[in-house]
T-cell receptor, first 115, second 112 residues
Framework: AQKVTQAQTEISVVEKEDVTLDCVYE???????LFWYKQPPSGELVFLIR??????QNEISGRYSWNFQKSTSSFNFTITASQVVDSAVYFC????????????FGAGTRLAVHP | DAGITQSPRHKVTETGTPVTLRCHQT?????MYWYRQDPGHGLRLIHY???????DKGEVSDGYSVSRSKTEDFLLTLESATSSQTSVYFC???????????FGPGTRLTVT
């Protein structure tokens, strides 16, 4: 199976620290899509970003930034100046173009931001 | 927020009983998905639908069936619930096959 690996199970930081969540994916597809979702303690899944395989530009949204490197099959997520509200489980996922975008999720990284 | 609701939100049932979970959307999206979330596994796809009456199996479909008779509703049925099906079930919708998926609030199912 083509996996998505989030090697960091749990990360603990102090508020205002920068933190990077790693995501490595496997795929045989030429065109594919990568996603990050946030699951706060309340349990809902919040969509954060979608990246196409043919667009390797990094993206920044406020304190969030994403680094897509096709050469290493990685799509890492950085939170700058973390806040307590960033505490959540973060999931990386991969979808494919010809397969109805069935998502393969990583196991998630639990981020705890302490005051 | 995408208009997705799931019912029930919580259910406790006994082994061997049938269970149906409902996903309802008001977005008129073509694609709908059912996932289960278990510790250490992230989310895994159970079944998906790409139109009315068009459904197919996902990664962990054994013991589950689905139906979609209307665009807005996608039903997940456990014909005979087992303890291994204790999980949190999420429904998702998508506008197209290359678009992001938006998730419902989830249903916590406990099979005793």
């Amino acid at each position: 199976a083509q996996k998505v690996t989030q090697a960091q199970t749990e990360i603990s930081v102090v508020e205002k620290e920068d933190v990077t969540l790693d995501c490595v994916y496997e795929t045989r597809d030429t065109t594919y899509y990568l996603f990050w979702y946030k699951q706060p303690p309340s349990g809902e899944l919040v969509f954060l970003i979608r990246r196409n395989s043919f667009d390797e530009q990094n993206e920044i949204s406020g304190r969030y930034s994403w680094n897509f490197q096709k050469s290493t099959s990685s799509f890492n997520f950085t939170i700058t100046a973390s806040q307590v509200v960033d505490s959540a489980v973060y999931f990386c996922a991969r979808g494919s173009s010809g397969g109805y975008n069935k998502l393969i999720f990583g196991a998630g990284t639990r981020l705890a931001v302490h005051p | 927020d995408a208009g997705i609701t799931q019912s029930p939100r919580h259910k406790v049932t006994e082994t061997g009983t049938p269970v149906t979970l409902r996903c309802h959307q008001t977005e008129n999206h073509r694609y709908m998905y059912w996932y289960r979330q278990d510790p250490g596994h992230g989310l895994r796809l159970i079944h998906y639908s790409y139109g009315v009456k068009d459904t197919d199996k996902g990664e962990v479909s054994d013991g589950y069936s689905v139906s979609r008779s209307k665009t807005e509703d996608f039903l997940l049925t456990l014909e005979s619930a087992t303890s291994s099906q204790t999980s949190v079930y999420f429904c998702a919708i998508s506008e197209g096959s290359s678009y992001e998926q938006y998730f419902g609030p989830g249903t916590r199912l406990t099979v005793t």
